[in-house]
């Protein structure tokens, strides 16, 4: 079935972008629509104007994780407003004790407008924090959307972009 699906799907110059965003917007969903593997089929399929669909790919994967940011955000707002019962504290090992201070330093950096552009930038173009993560947890900080928003997409369409590249260039 997902085969058919597929060959049913090819990839030309008409329907090249809107079958990128539409991926990209599935693929910041679900982890296993692994987008840079589209980029390499986009490119192999439009040679001579690869640009267009992996832009439309990214601007997809963006819109996908601001769904996912302002998600966080309103169940953020949501959960605030519920008390939550509290066990006592675990015993703190020497992970738990490394856990907790990265998790701190990761949560006050997006309290704040240039640091928290800075992490998102850095999870959108590598990957390290992972990019679903860093949108949840964005959302549930006081960074604004209009900055994440920037700062994934830049972060996208540079890492869509230096993939594509070498691809287009071996083929070319």
């Keep these: 079935m997902i085969t058919t699906l597929l060959a049913a799907i090819s990839l030309s110059a008409t329907n090249a972008v809107p079958v990128a965003f539409a991926y990209g917007i599935g693929?910041?969903?679900?982890?296993?629509?692994?987008a840079e593997v589209f980029v390499a089929a986009a490119v192999a399929a439009m040679r001579h104007a690869w640009w267009w669909p992996v832009i439309a790919l990214a601007l997809g994967q963006t819109l996908g994780k601001c769904l996912m940011f302002l998600g966080a955000r309103r169940g953020a707002i949501w959960?605030?407003?519920?008390?939550?019962?509290?066990?006592?504290?675990?015993?703190?090992?020497?992970?738990?004790?490394?856990?907790?201070?990265?998790s701190r330093l990761m949560l006050e950096l997006l309290d704040?407008?240039?640091?928290?552009?800075?992490?998102?930038?850095?999870?959108?173009s590598v990957g390290i924090p992972p990019l679903a993560v860093v949108s949840v947890v964005a959302g549930t900080r006081k960074l604004p959307f209009p900055i994440f928003l920037l700062a994934c997409a830049i972060g996208r369409v540079g890492r869509f972009m230096t993939?594509?590249?070498?691809?287009?260039?071996?083929?070319?």
Excluded at 81 to 102: S, Y
């Design 27 to 34: 693929s910041a969903f679900i982890p296993v629509l692994n």
């Design 79 to 102: 959960f605030q407003g519920r008390e939550r019962r509290r066990e006592g504290p675990a015993e703190p090992g020497p992970w738990r004790t490394r856990i907790a201070l990265w």
């Design 112 to 124: 704040r407008p240039v640091q928290g552009f800075a992490v998102v930038l850095l999870a959108a």
């Design 163 to 172: 993939i594509a590249w070498p691809v287009a260039a071996a083929l070319t």
